[in-house]
């Protein structure tokens, strides 16, 4: 009985302050404001109160919650361990193995197929290539 009388209370005071905040023209908080004052009014007219009020003195209640925390606390670690271990797999194999193949060649930058002499394209290809090396050296650097 007490635990309504307070939930009441709480829902009218919430209400309260709800319509104060309305006045001053801020609706959006006003109208969350009230949102949260009737979830305890809520919870009383639906009888979660009396039931937690009921389960809070109860022995076995109390084991139970006792029991559902081991069975968090144990699926909590063995999802902590596995991506640990996941981890460690990612990092280890990936470091030892080079980017390309041992025998893979450079592409190669020479005359075109047949003796043809190149076009301005292939010379505008030079010029870019020219223009990427100081981002190959900032990648040599790295170790890239």
Not at 55 to 82: N, P
Request: charged fraction near 20%; aromatic fraction near 6%; proline fraction near 5%.
């Amino acid at each position: 009985m007490l635990a309504e009388t307070v939930c009441s209370a709480v829902a009218v005071a919430g209400l309260g302050i709800a319509a104060i905040t309305a006045y001053r023209k801020r609706y959006l908080t006003a109208t969350r404001i009230a949102a949260y004052a009737l979830v305890p009014l809520g919870l009383v007219m639906t009888g979660v109160i009396d039931w937690l009020a009921s389960s809070a003195f109860s022995l076995t209640a109390w084991i139970g919650f006792g029991l559902l925390g081991v069975a968090w606390l144990l699926f909590s670690s063995t999802r902590t361990i596995e991506r640990r271990r996941a981890g460690r797999r990612g990092t280890t194999g990936g470091e030892d193995r080079p980017a390309a193949a041992p025998a893979a060649s450079a592409p190669s930058l020479g005359s075109a197929p047949g003796g043809a002499t190149p076009g301005p394209r292939a010379k505008a290809g030079r010029a870019a290539d020219e223009d990427f090396s100081d981002i190959e050296a900032i990648l040599k650097k790295h170790g890239i």
